[in-house]
């Protein structure tokens, strides 16, 4: 495969028959996952998104990209969740750590920001500001329609458009990205005429960066989605088999599943560059809202190093032992620096003249890995070759091909997200949303208490 997975660190935690008995459980999850049979099957359409995707509507999103390219300086990206994650995670992952603060002039592409991910006024706020004049389109993208987060959002940037450009070149900044057929944002859509990309049917929110939910922004930024395709494509005809020792994707999954069973309950994905922060928020959404159900899952959690290694290093390193660590570790960086030679040596790093940087960043994560792996908390390793399109394209399809057998394995449907309603229930019922007047009623009586 094009990226290697490093489970030689686990002897200690997991003996080689261990996995061997998991052979038979991970060929029925992935006949489940393969034939349709498992729990949420109408959602495993994502299996092969990367060649059976919807190639008019391709060419679109890169025209739109395009477009918005040649008239805006700022793409402002409304949505939550599965529908801002990817594409937050893969512009941040293929940009400079500083891209928002270049010059336009020095950008790939549009300069995109989120809203709707959040209901801070102040964040809004501020949006607005670091907009300035500037010329900006919108690219507002809910499946469903009617999420709240984006819905506020995207009321108040129409209104800023339609203030700057009024109401028709206004509609012509608009991308909407939601359901094919359903919901408020579709209906809206269509009697105002936006663009329209489509999110699709048998494709849930956080396995959504390959369509258009991620691709638009990702392309509005300047990168190519065409590589980015052809990553995940590859990954997907690499990691088919189901046999353990041929697909390092399902061997992930099943030795992340033995060790939870011995209470290694929460796992942290970790990198050594800055830049894959988001990487880490996206993988969480993907294993959190897949797993962590019936009362049951690996809680993900993540750590950015060697930043990190000096605040919650301690706690890996010697707190409750119910944690273990994946490690994202690009190969070579975009960028590598010599450590410059100095006369003196007041400092006392003169031992690492004639090094690079990234020579001790990656003896930092060999050191690390031993460091930990002595106390007592398995680390696996997951190494890219670099930050470039193609190799994000074949990540995102490894950690989806692992989480796609990691449910059935721990008897979980791993395509809906029943939890995540609950909130919005009692909020809509604190709002008085029309629909929710028995709620509010009921919601009443309890915070007067
Ligand atoms: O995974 C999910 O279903 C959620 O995180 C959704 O992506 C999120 O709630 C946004 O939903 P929508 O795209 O319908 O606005």
Do not use: C
């Not at 209901?119 to 300035?132: A, K, P, R």
């Not at 800055?274 to 159900?293: D, I, N, R, V, Y």
């Not at 890995?369 to 190799?391: F, K, N, W």
């Amino acid at each position: 495969a094009y990226i290697s997975f490093d489970s030689s660190n686990l002897t200690k935690f997991v003996h080689d028959n261990e996995l061997g008995e998991m052979q038979a459980m991970v060929t029925a999850a992935d006949s489940e996952l393969r034939n349709g049979t498992g729990a949420g099957a109408d959602f495993r359409d994502w299996i092969d998104l990367p060649t059976n995707y919807d190639k008019d509507e391709f060419s679109r999103i890169k025209a739109a990209a395009k477009k918005i390219q040649s008239d805006s300086e700022v793409l402002v990206v409304i949505g939550i969740g599965g529908s801002y994650l990817g594409a937050r995670a893969a512009i941040d992952f293929l940009n400079e750590a500083f891209y928002t603060a270049l010059p336009a002039s020095e950008r790939k592409g549009a300069l995109v920001l989120f809203a709707g991910n959040s209901i801070s006024s102040s964040y809004v706020h501020d949006l607005i500001h670091v907009i300035g004049d500037r010329d900006f389109s919108v690219n507002v993208i809910s499946k469903s329609g009617t999420t709240t987060e984006p819905s506020i959002a995207f009321r108040i940037f129409k209104d800023k458009l339609v203030e700057k450009y009024g109401e028709a070149e206004a509609k012509k900044r608009i991308y909407a990205t939601t359901d094919r057929a359903r919901g408020a944002l579709k209906t809206e859509s269509d009697a105002e005429g936006y663009e329209e990309f489509v999110v699709p049917d048998g494709i849930g929110g956080r396995f959504s960066v390959l369509s258009a939910v991620g691709l638009l922004p990702i392309a509005a930024s300047g990168a190519d989605i065409d590589k980015l395709m052809q990553g995940a494509a590859d990954a997907s005809k690499d990691y088919t088999s189901d046999k353990i020792e041929d697909n390092d994707a399902y061997r992930y999954a099943a030795l992340r599943n033995i060790l939870y069973r011995k209470g290694k309950t929460t796992e942290l994905l970790e990198n050594y560059e800055p830049t894959m922060a988001s990487f880490a928020e996206w993988w969480k959404q993907l294993m959190g809202e897949s797993e962590g159900k019936d009362q049951k899952g690996i809680y993900p959690s993540s750590a950015n190093f060697s930043t990190d290694l000096h605040s919650l290093g301690q706690y890996i390193q010697e707190g409750r032992r119910n944690l273990m660590e994946t490690v994202v570790k690009v190969d070579k960086p975009n960028y590598d620096i010599d450590i410059p030679k100095e006369d003196s040596d007041l400092d006392q790093i003169g031992y690492l003249e004639g090094k690079t940087m990234d020579y001790v960043n990656t003896q930092a994560f060999r050191a690390v890995t031993l460091a930990h792996t002595d106390g007592d908390v398995p680390v696996m390793a997951v190494h890219i070759p670099d930050q470039t399109e193609y190799s994000l394209g074949y990540l995102i399809y490894f950690f989806e091909a692992a989480v796609g057998i990691s449910g059935y394995l721990n008897g979980i449907n791993p395509f809906n997200q029943p939890g995540v309603e609950a909130y919005k229930v009692n909020m809509f019922a604190l709002l008085g949303k029309p629909g929710f007047e028995k709620e509010t009623a009921e919601i009443q009586k309890r915070v007067q208490k």
